[in-house]
């Protein structure tokens, strides 16, 4: 069974700060790795993916993740945080292969990012 | 192109009774997800529906069932309503044709709330 763990649920930085969201996964098969994002009152919104290739991938919003596979992580970076960035980020993973892997996505439980003026 | 759209967007029922969700993907998008999402639990997956069958259910008891129809328009109906079923329900669609790496693009939500 595949499971994904996010450290803190409330990460606060100040405008012009790094942001870094964290996000570790547990699965018995390579992954794929998603971050999304959700506003109040609104549906997620994919920031970037991880399937294969490239490790370090570019979003947008000047989000980026890398997949580090010997530490099982995938965490989210932004190198300067703006106030249109508070939200809440979820970590997803999604099964490589097998039946149970159709349209199912594994969420962690969310980091809600506050940015301070 | 217009995106996922979900209705109704608010819901309020009593416990007991029953009710359907609407979910609209995006054109030319073959499966559509169902999710809910709670404080407590957070985001679970419901069941995922790629041209009419249902591919994948998650760990939901049977009041909760759905359906797609041919124009990939999806239903999902919840019976005999209990309080913990308030909750946020999301409904996601993708091309389907590579289930773990489509990207899953989300709706607005239906947010339903059982007195």
């Known amino acids: 069974a595949q499971s994904v763990t996010q450290l803190g649920s409330h990460v606060s930085v100040s405008e012009g700060a790094l942001v870094l969201l964290r996000c570790n996964y547990s699965?018995?098969?390579?992954?794929?790795l998603f971050w999304y994002v959700q506003y109040p009152n609104q549906g997620l919104q994919l920031l970037l993916k991880?399937?294969?290739?490239?490790?370090l991938v570019k979003g947008i919003n000047g989000f980026e993740a890398e997949f580090k596979k010997s530490e099982t992580s995938f965490h989210l970076t932004k190198p300067s945080a703006h106030m249109s960035d508070a939200a809440e980020y979820f970590c997803?993973?999604?099964?490589?292969?097998?039946?149970?892997?159709?349209?199912?996505?594994?969420f962690g439980q969310g980091t809600i990012l506050t940015v301070h003026p | 192109k217009a995106g996922v759209t979900q209705t109704p967007r608010y819901l309020i029922k009593t416990r007991g009774q029953q009710v359907t969700l609407s979910c609209s993907p995006i054109?030319?998008?073959?499966?559509v997800s169902w999710y809910q999402q709670t404080p407590g639990q957070g985001l679970q997956f419901l069941f995922e529906?790629?041209?009419?069958?249902?591919?994948n259910k998650g760990n939901f008891p049977g009041r909760f069932s759905g359906r797609q129809f041919s124009n990939s328009r999806s239903e999902m109906n919840v019976s005999t309503l209990e309080l913990g079923d308030s909750a946020l329900y999301l409904c996601?669609?993708?091309?389907?044709?590579?289930?773990?790496?489509?990207?899953?693009?989300f709706g607005p939500g239906t947010r339903l709330t059982v007195l």
């Open positions: 991880y399937t294969t290739g490239a490790t």
């Open positions: 529906y790629f041209s009419e069958t249902q591919r």
């Open positions: 699965s018995s098969v390579p992954p794929y």
């Open positions: 996601a669609s993708s091309l389907g044709g590579r289930p773990s790496t489509d990207t899953q693009y």
């Open positions: 054109s030319g998008h073959r499966s």
């Open positions: 997803a993973v999604s099964q490589t292969a097998g039946g149970t892997s159709y349209g199912k996505l594994t």
